[in-house]
């Protein structure tokens, strides 16, 4: 126990330390830095040195004797920079600090003369680029991890107002940094909280500002998505990104799959208690930090959750999100476009044209006419149209799907928010991590391109669209219960007004 | 605050299930495994895959979906390996593991066509060997950086038995090892622990096996280090190696400088008030892990506990160590034995064969003839004698000096155990960490080679050995007031009786 | 250090029970409920017992077998009551759970027959009323603390209702309770507690909701009021509340003594950094707890934070309060309605019927006239109007004046807000804590009755008035440089806008 | 969860304090000393007032103005006091701080012209003993909870070498104490704690001192009852009593119940899986306060571990001690020096005589001689011998069976160390915890006097005392099949070596 707890406070140091200067400042600061002017003498003086001059002696400083202090300098002076100043050094970093070519040539003859495991290793040396090894060392300095997911925050900033042979410099400088960020922020290194009501509140500011899929209005509308007894949210942090979280996932227990997230959210609903819900449903995820682009955290978080969950709710059976389909709309309008669509009959097309007044949803008898048709084209696209690589084109797909879930149910009119009906004509989504397919599924995706989806999802495809015919539909295993009762319980259920409303046979 | 409560206890997630498992075990882990073996069917059957089989399919796999899951299995699997399995596993991924050749071929080639950032980073990925990934993709699983650390000492204990070209390919993977583990154990990831009396025992079991330099015998013992007033004692840890410290050391706060571990040490002694101490002096620094050898601690350790200590207790003046001389009996042995040695006379020598009489330190007339000699002798070890690379022959000397500190002080009869005195026939030494001087200190010592030593320690060279003739004495910055007491204060002082007496002039 | 976490864990354990109940209940509770009433088969059958002889049990059980489950079921009980089940219970403990009359009276005459230690010690046991030892008892139960601190709210309640001699009874339980409480939540058992923005945001949301003083909004306003540099907020807890303060007070640190509440609150403010303040400005103290009123804390906490203010910003030099007036504007009604009013001269009431018109104070004009009319009124009201028990009428000043506290300063138009004018006409006044002059201060309030003022304040008096020529002002001890200050100061000024302009010579 | 954390971190103001206090001493100390001499000027000068007289001050003082370092004071003053000091202020207690006798006759008068809920509060309130309220003002300073403990034990040491009217004066006080510190200590207050390897070695130092039962003779013994995966200790703490247990009990996971204490601690035992264990062994049970003698624990904290460990291992079925005989040999000395004892025939005694040789345990031939008689002696020993108030000889039988707990099993020779033999000729025996059952047996015990005891354990009483007979055997309910099992399987099974061995038929 204790000694869990003793481990705990071992991380408090660096961040009571930092709040302390934040809180006090003035004259301790100005002593520190005094300090670190001792200990890096050569940045006394009236002529300041630059900062690639500094980078080098931070790189060719046989010891260690004043790494930490000179690392917090080049940080400081990197946090004073103005725009032109932070493109002016980025490519300092990406001509300035590559590999030394002159050891690379070297290091491939040794190689090349005399191939083996010790040359290639010269030869990986000698290719590293020198800022590798310098972001290495401004991780010395307290902050350091932060700062350099911040430098990269920036180098998007200037790689997006940046062209040709500058541009392929400074991606470059960004595969350095997601290599060792990617590094760094290894899942092994990432710890898994509760998110929940008695949670910090500096914390829970940031969930409302890094929510990305359904906007958090204020204090009144987080208190409703963490305090009830039926939410639950977790938050991947790692230990040196104080206070600040990585990814985040929200979580709704329920009695069922649920086919709306207005419903999900509504102010007066009626919480439940944990233990009765059957279902988790994974209704929000937002990765929060631009700078750890591309590195992958959602698959870890969501089989997490799913394993806590587990542990301490043993009737929940079901994991499913309730997704958005951001690219729905936009592609639709192209299908609704073009003189010939394979997905869109001229019929349909005239049915889908009340799509383009406003509130067309609200009138139920435009909605029960649109509602097969919609349904039929979100089947075909997400079943058969395909984008880069014969890959789905919708990316909320791509992400569950890669991580071995199945497209489950459509949901019509699930979502009617503005950002609903514009992305997605309302459309939503479930997909479902069922713990025993995830690797079938997962390799069926990643080494055929299948889109592996129930039956009640495939069913909205025409019938004469003979989509299914290629492949027989995937045979429920003996047992797999959970599967059966979900696919064919929602095709078979009475319809329900806004989610899902099934044709006429 | 409860911020940093919050972030406190966001470690204990790992933690605790990892102790609940080894509590309860039996049926929870089973269900575990079972879990596990559902995500990788391909363990499944009678047939067990090799380990390298596995490996290689945990680097290809495209998504994660089941990475953690499999490198927990790659680690349980080389848990059960014996000395042998061990061996021919280290063997694989020395050589199954490198790089590509034909990859690395072509990026070769590529990068010569036309040289550049894109090519460049091509080609450092081509070289770098495939255990590299394979080592950050075993982070996944939960216990993987220990796991990691934990192998390298196996690879260590198979290095000492391999030869030949063998042995180059373990130690490319030691290599690779090194690489990685220097990025994560970064002291940007470190965190400062105080270690004291209300420390979990846990903790402290390990304080007490850890100790290389002065043996801790026993509970009492360890609760004399750490409970009274003017002890202290500072641990590194890394957040994913729980309750076990990478380096300690261990302070006591003094009047003045020490000169004798024994008295400070002694267990009737009389502690002070830290308030009232105005030296700080390091008395047993020992790294802990050996699968970390070659990451450097050390340094960054003595650093930081200055600077809390200066926070903490504004009194304090001077950091100083009481240091071993590890290497001094076994250098003196050999220069007693040359016929013609450049640093004792016969005199010399007949006055040292009393060394040769277990129990000569005891009786103070021949206590009193060797002194003179024996601190000669030592001056000239640590001023003159050169060992590889032309450093110091003493390792706590090299590592002291590496660091910019000042030897500052002998120290005969420092240390009467057993093994001080085989060692080092007793002598102990002080180096002094004078913050303004460090940077300048590691400078004389890093570019020029010279060894920062106190006017009364080179005074113990003889007079007519010219050592200090060749430069003149480091004269002593204006307001320099500490070097200047401790220096001369020391000759100047009235004899002490069993430290560093000095000769009649 | 690892000491005190573990020491903190400690509490943990109820907490986290009590909230893994509240999330999970169903199946869970149930079993405990089960549990109970295995311990206390006496409740099972048909026929549920009511609560007064449940607790005559629970006070009769000779061991402690039971005591646990029967505390829990007799609250639960009592949670189940409606206003009439409370009332009648209330008056059941009024009057079946007093002393035993006939033991009483035994032990009047035993120690009539024999005073002495003994017979007082038996007649005080006998004299003691059975409901104090139930009290006791229900502690015994999870939550029993909160639960008997909620059963004083309820009869606070029902005694408002109730007349003659039930209320009597009442008032006796009412006693009992306070006697019990006030040894419950000694100071001695409180823990005090930086309230910041990293609190846990349950603990905040009370913060607002218990804020008496000047209504904290929303969360923006909370954050303004705890996240800038310059802001402190400290509350007392009891370790058996949980997540509920009982006191607590707000803190500004300003470079000199406010005379306005709207410029310490406006929104757009720039902050100063801690360390340049000289001064901490206590501008809201509310208490939490009605169930805990007549138990006093405040007089604890300034002083609690007075000392940690001091020790962690050493440049702290006054520690001073801003404010509210509450029963000015009542006061000042009266004395305008008087024909012949001993403070206010006939063309003074001309002036002051100003106040009557809304809007008065944005008049510059008007202001200027009103101001020193109003302070000369204010200065009577503090200095020479008396209340009940000789003491001053307003409330606010009875307790800092009761702290050992000075009247530092009158601030014309401190308070804009309608509050502010309604109950005060703008008028806030600051306190002075000076710790040299505190127990001197507190002995001439306590046992002289004597307002201890500054000049500044007692000079708002008219000359003809005379009040000061009795005693001599205080004369400030030599090297009271602070005294000085403030209250010259504040004289010579020139004068401040909105804060005690001062009538020309 | 962090909010628990937020609770978790509150405690540690105090403690942190005290210990940098302890830490640093000398100026830090001496500028409270100074702060707090400023804020009881009567102290300061020349003549030190005697503590009687602080103590008047303490009660007196109408405001809290100075109360904290009053108290402060008074505990210093307490501190420095010699044993006669102790003495004499103890006796200022008794005789200057009880109730004032005018008053209380006032207040009898008062009660007995109108007996009434008012006029006996009144009474109450002038009988109790002054010294009451001067105790709780003591709890304002930091460690005043600590230090009336301290004050109670100083008690006990006086009142031991006391005689007289003196004596019953020092009675008083402590009823007094009793009466306050069963208030603070209430069940209520206390916080269980899992103590175990991994928690602060400060603690566990106080497990090894307080340890009552089985001596723990080092760190390695401790280690062995803490860390095994079959151990487990729970202690309770007060939150104002830092790092100091109140009570603990160390509970060994077995297979079945035990009947040697030798066999449960042997150094060399595998331990088996927590989840494999059916029983939770109670063997060891330590107050640890001197000074809180009188305010009962153990009963709370058996029926709260029962609670904790039924929910961490649901296997676990059945809750048992092991616990020592400590008045058996005395009793049986007296029984065997009885010309005609109604226990012993003198066949008994002339077997028993074996008992006087030191031994005699070790003899497999008088072992089974002794067995049976001494086995009889034992049952008669706890079934028929009475004590005073006719409850059972055995100081610990009193406490289980009080507790609801029933005698188990008599085990032969299960404690062979010098004490268990000394005290009890090695007999050990079982008290079982069966949760359905021990408000009945409460009951019986408590109200009927009876002894609940197994068959097993009556039959060991001779078929012609007809101890039985009176009374049939407890009929086991339905599904009472523990007790079937355990009473019954002990006498059927195969006879175990060294416990409980039957006698043939």
Redesign the interface.
Known sequence: ????????????????RG?AL???????VEDLLE?AA????SAKGPARRDLPSLCDTLLTG?????G?ALAGQILERWAELDAAGQRAFLLDL??RF??D?IK?DKA?DA??AA????T??A??NA???RRQELF?RL????G??EAVVRMREALFRVMAETQGVEK??L??VD??LNH?L???F????L????I??????????KIIQYEAVHTIR??DDL?RRL?P?DRRCFAF?H??L??DPLIFVEVALAPDIPASIDALLAEGRAPI????ATTAVFYSISNCQEGLRGV?FG??LI?QVV?DLRG??PNLRTFVTLSPVPSFAGWLAKERAKEASAVLAPADKAILAALDHSGWHLDPGTAATVSPVLLQAAAHYFLKAKGRGNKPVDPVARFHL???ARLERLNFLGDLSPKGLAQAHGLMVNYLYK??D???N?ERY?DRGEVVAAAAVRRHLRADAGVDEAKPPTKPKAGDKTAEKTADGTAKRAPRPRADPQPPA
């Open positions: 126990m204790s000694s869990s707890t003793f481990f705990r406070s071992m991380l408090t140091t660096i961040a009571d709040r934040l809180r006090r400042h003035g004259p301790m300090d001792k200990l890096m003498p046989r010891g260690e004797a004043s930490v990406a001509y590559g590999p070519p690379l491939i190689y090349r191939p083996g495991a010790g290639a290793l030869l990986h290719a590293e680029a290495r991780n010395l300095a307290p350091g991890t392929a410099g991606e470059a595969a350095d060792l990617a590094s760094w290894n899942r092994g290194f710890v898994l909280r509760h929940d009501w008695t949670t910090p509140a500096n914390i829970l500011e204020d204090w208190r305090a007894t942090f230990p040196q104080l206070d208690a944990a233990a009765d992958s698959n870890f089989k394993e301490e709710l890669g991580n071995g713990l025993d995830i690797e079938t997962h990643a």
